[in-house]
């Protein structure tokens, strides 16, 4: 699986850019080619099939935590009307342009690569359900499992002024 490196430089937004400070890289698209770094573990033939699938997993739930945490500050900034330009020498708006290229490229990238991974662990013997019916047979099986295995463990959790709603992080 080919995955070419993204290049964390203001060039990658054309001419427009205001003077660049070589010595930087803007901290956005560095941290997309990082992540495209890990994108790059997941194709290791070294690695096992399911911490292949493991690598683009973390792939995935950074890009996620990206958009969640870095983009929508940027996003902020851009509805506020903040001209600032980052040290490297974008602005703003070039920085989303850059963010919108580079990462359109890193998702069709790790879709390629679950599609590559899915062919490789049905060969494997292992299969990702999807959102069809599944057969009464598995049904059952689901049903006393949950029964039998997990229902006895959860506990339930009273809510009121003196036990608030304990805390579940973002994606939980």
């Known amino acids: 699986m ?8 203001a060039a990658a937004v054309g001419a427009d850019a205001p003077a660049a400070d070589a010595r ?12 495209r770094r ?8 070294r690695h096992p099939l399911l911490e292949k699938v493991r690598f683009l ?8 935590e990206f958009f ?3 983009v929508a500050g940027l996003k902020a900034h851009q509805t506020l009307g ?10 703003v708006a070039q920085q989303l342009a850059a963010i919108t290229v580079e990462a359109d490229r890193l998702v069709t990238s790790q879709h390629e690569v679950w599609g590559e991974f899915q062919t490789q662990l049905d060969q494997a013997g292992m299969h990702v359900v999807g ?3 599944l057969g009464d047979e598995t049904e059952r099986w689901l049903d006393q499992h949950f029964r039998e295995q997990i229902f006895p463990v959860l506990t339930p959790q009273a809510i009121d002024p003196a036990h608030p709603f304990p805390f579940i992080p973002t994606r939980a």
């Open 2 to 9: 080919d995955t070419p490196s993204a290049s964390p430089s």
């Open 24 to 35: 930087y890289f803007n901290r956005e698209l560095s941290w997309l080619a990082f992540n």
């Open 38 to 45: 890990v994108l790059e573990e997941a194709c290791n033939p």
């Open 57 to 64: 997993s973390i792939s995935a739930n950074n890009l996620d």
């Open 68 to 70: 969640m945490v870095r």
């Open 82 to 91: 903040v001209e600032e330009v980052s040290p490297e020498g974008m602005t």
């Open 131 to 133: 959102d069809e019916p």
